[in-house]
């Protein structure tokens, strides 16, 4: 996020094409079901807590990650230009 309140303070942002989103927003809905349906179970199923607080940030990191590579990417190829 601080990489992005730079390049932003720094002039114009670029956003990534619609073909690109597309495939990023494929990976985040497919992690977001992926850890949902396990939180889900453990914490209505098997009454454990703690497991579904562990999925809870595997999926903020998981997301943390796919969300700073695409802006790292959106970043690098406009200052190639």
């Known amino acids: 996020m601080r990489?992005?309140?730079?390049?932003?303070?720094?002039?114009?942002?670029?956003?990534?094409?619609e073909e690109e989103w597309q495939k990023q927003e494929a990976i985040i809905f497919d992690a977001k079901n992926y850890y949902l349906k396990g939180i889900t179970h453990n914490i209505e199923n098997t009454s454990q807590v703690s497991v579904a607080i562990s999925k809870l940030q595997g999926l903020t990191g998981n997301l943390r990650v796919l969300q700073s590579s695409?802006?790292?990417?959106?970043?690098?190829?406009?200052?190639m230009e």
Request: glycine residues 4%.
């Open 3 to 17: 990489d992005f309140v730079n390049e932003k303070d720094d002039g114009e942002i670029h956003f990534i094409d």
């Open 70 to 79: 695409t802006l790292e990417k959106i970043i690098l190829k406009f200052r």
